[in-house]
């Protein structure tokens, strides 16, 4: 479990104690995450399927949901299968290089997310004040180099914070407090210096969330103007309706984002942590399929024309 060195432990493996050990629990809360992890997984594969059969969703907006539902099925799979495996089995651990790829992973799922929801805003920027030249300005090219700098961006930035966790050393405890591999429950551990650690995370906070955020509500500043000069109620209807569920989802993620890692890791409370990291990693995406359909109205009648089809062919 450990190997030694000039008297010090070094820590090889972690155990996640993630929730309650309870017997009565086990089944329960196994069966809940499992049904949430499922219906993710279903839902954000049948709006990637409907997009990808139907030309009339193969748009610059139905590109970037079709990104958000690849990332969320990433995202949920990368901390929920090892959620379910240690909530039912007794064997909690996870080896230190697994724990560092689960990190990396999860840092690398998350700030693509924040890039793709801002080139999601700019998108909807276009078509609401360029209405015109809107096909035009997002184009197949333009929105690949979105996408491309999302993905991109998103495996560089969290390089250096993931690489600079895994040298510190872990000689006190080998136990995470928290249901997956995550920034804080890691610096809590260690026994090392992490200030060098915790500035990464700050330029990191700075360069990504913060710019994202800020050109977010850049975009939305200008749309929200544009739609109050609208002449008429039933017109600002309609052109609020096109960003409704974007703008809902913006609004969850960045609050989630805010409870969870806008403090010093070192006020960072680990039980709290847990009820909020399951809320961002598994309830995110698997709202995000319901509000993009329940709000949308092409994929509302896609569905529907898919359905009575199926009826009249049986």
């Given at each position: ?51 990808f ?10 590109f ?69 030249r809107?096909?035009q ?47 804080a ?24 969330v ?7 509500v ?37 609050a ?16 709290e ?25 092409d ?16």
């Amino acid at each position: 479990m450990a190997e030694f060195a000039t008297n010090e432990s070094y820590i090889t493996e972690f155990v996640i104690l993630g929730f309650s050990n309870s017997l009565e629990q086990k089944v329960p809360l196994f069966l809940i995450f499992l049904l949430i992890y499922l219906f993710t997984l279903v839902s954000n594969l049948l709006i990637i399927t409907l997009i990808f059969l139907h030309r009339n969703l193969h748009t610059p907006m139905y590109f970037f949901l079709c990104n958000l539902s690849f990332l969320d099925i990433f995202l949920t799979s990368v901390t929920a299968p090892n959620l379910l495996h240690n909530i039912i089995s007794e064997n909690k651990r996870i080896s230190f290089s697994a724990c560092i790829a689960q990190l990396f992973l999860f840092n690398i799922l998350t700030t693509v997310e924040y890039m793709l929801l801002t080139s999601m805003s700019y998108d909807r920027y276009q078509a609401i004040c360029n209405p015109l030249r809107y096909y035009q300005n997002m184009n197949k090219n333009t929105c690949q180099i979105f996408a491309g700098m999302a993905w991109i961006g998103g495996f560089l930035a969290p390089l250096p914070i993931s690489i600079s966790i895994s040298a510190l050393p872990f000689c006190s405890s080998n136990q995470i407090n928290h249901i997956f591999c995550d920034v804080a429950p890691l610096l809590k551990i260690a026994c090392g210096d992490t200030s060098a650690t915790e500035r990464l995370i700050f330029v990191a906070g700075v360069l990504v969330v913060l710019n994202c955020f800020i050109l977010t509500v850049t975009s939305y500043v200008f749309i929200i103007s544009t739609i109050l000069k609208l002449s008429t109620s039933k017109g600002r209807r309609k052109a609020f309706s096109t960003c409704s569920s974007h703008l809902t989802a913006i609004i969850l993620f960045y609050a989630m984002i805010a409870s969870m890692y806008m403090k010093r890791p070192s006020s960072y409370s680990l039980d709290e942590g847990k009820v909020q990291s399951v809320l961002f990693s598994n309830i995110i995406p698997m709202l995000n399929p319901v509000i993009y359909t329940l709000k949308n109205n092409d994929v509302k009648e896609t569905i529907n024309r898919m359905t009575h089809i199926s009826f009249k062919s049986l």
